[in-house]
């Protein structure tokens, strides 16, 4: 982590300071990075069309009106959002976990039944999913307890301090929503990991990891103990062998790896069963992926991966340019929450991943996915008009 260690000198001051940009310089825009998220919505927008027509009668457009409309929402929330000087985040994020434990509550207080849990709050256009703009919020409080630490990256106390403060919403949060609380706990080890903390700390802090599952499914179980509920404790097991309870636990890996198989080099299109009558199930939302694997076969579910890994490679290249050592922890924290839903999604979808409701980003249907992961575009544009603008001055100067 050397490259970065470079930039701790950038945010030793009291208070941030934002890069000058030379009179004249024109807004720089990260034509790859848009072009990647671009390319995930119009696949969304085709899929949803192919896969939703007959799901809500007289209506065969629903569902892509309305993720059309939270993707412009979108996209001019990152666009706002990416001509704000990120590094003044750093002054809120007491403010911004404050905000984050009160919504993730709230849900909790306000929040509707949905197959026996709590997950959002309902509004007359569309259900508030709190967890999803939390990914985003502890990103920036994260980074911001980091920089405020970082002559003391090293220090056990650092990384301890630091897991708390994202293991406290998560462990909220998993009470009703296992995949988000998930997502908040790889963040927080992108985060540490692009830092530059001891890597005996991160390795034990896999082995805690690793020891809390076995306790949770395995030991506490066996004593009698359920710590997740029936239904989560299923979905977290049924890929191990989803054969054995075909009917229930097993069945919707089993019917999207059914769908992914058929589809085979370029799909079966209008023939595709898996999702025309109704076999596949959430096939807008969490089994998206099944849907574009059986319409378009392999050529469309690599071109999905394709746009991903894009969207990914900006972000890393968006990290190596940041101006300061908070610009590059965001970036990371972004790229962890990406990756760690793709992964997850893809793996779901095709039988090597357990099922934990984590949406795939800007593909699955949902508007508190759709505007979080446009907030965290227009984070990653900022870093990148930051680190540009940064560049460019110097380079004047030099001359």
């Known amino acids: 982590m050397s490259a970065l260690g470079s930039t701790i000198t950038d945010v030793q001051g009291d208070r941030p300071k934002p890069a000058a940009r030379p009179a004249g310089m024109a807004l720089p825009v990260d034509l790859v990075l848009w072009l990647s998220v671009l390319g ?185 103990v359920e710590v997740l509920k029936p239904y989560q404790q299923d979905r977290l097991t049924s890929f191990l062998h989803p054969s054995e309870d075909p009917g229930a636990a097993g069945y919707q890996q089993n019917q999207s790896r059914i769908a992914i198989g058929s589809g085979q080099k370029t799909g079966r299109g209008d023939a595709a069963t898996q999702t025309e009558l109704n076999f596949l199930p959430e096939h807008h939302t969490d089994f998206a992926f099944a849907v574009v694997g059986e319409r378009w076969g392999f050529a469309g579910a690599a071109l999905v991966l394709t746009l991903y890994a894009l969207l990914i490679w900006r972000a890393m290249r968006i990290l190596v340019i940041a101006k300061n050592l908070f610009g590059a922890l965001v970036v990371g924290g972004v790229v962890g929450m990406l990756l760690c839903q793709v992964f997850v999604n893809v793996g779901m979808n095709v039988g090597i991943m357990p099922i934990t409701g984590i949406p795939l980003p800007l593909l699955s249907y949902g508007g508190s996915s759709v505007l979080s992961t446009f907030l965290a575009i227009g984070l990653l544009q900022s870093v990148y008009w930051q680190g540009r603008g940064a560049a460019a001055l110097k380079g004047r100067i030099r001359t």
């Open 40 to 224: 995930v919505c119009a696949v969304s927008l085709v899929t949803l069309n192919a896969a939703t027509a007959d799901d809500i009668p007289g209506s065969p457009h629903y569902f892509v009106i309305r993720q059309g409309a939270f993707m412009v929402v979108g996209i001019a929330l990152a666009l706002v959002l990416s001509r704000i000087d990120y590094s003044r985040m750093r002054e809120l994020r007491h403010g911004l976990y404050g905000l984050l434990i009160f919504g993730i509550l709230a849900v909790f207080a306000l929040g509707s039944d949905s197959r026996g849990s709590k997950r959002a709050i309902s509004t007359p256009f569309f259900e508030i999913q709190f967890s999803e703009l939390g990914k985003v919020l502890l990103v920036l409080v994260l980074s911001a307890f980091l920089v405020e630490r970082a002559r003391r990256l090293r220090d056990r106390d650092t990384t301890a301090r630091a897991m708390l403060l994202a293991l406290f919403p998560a462990a909220i949060v998993m009470a009703e929503d296992l995949g988000s609380g998930l997502v908040f706990i790889a963040i927080a080890l992108s985060v540490l990991f692009v830092a530059g903390v001891s890597g005996k700390h991160l390795l034990g802090l896999v082995a805690l990891g690793a020891a809390a599952v076995t306790l949770v499914l395995v030991a506490a179980p066996a004593m009698g």
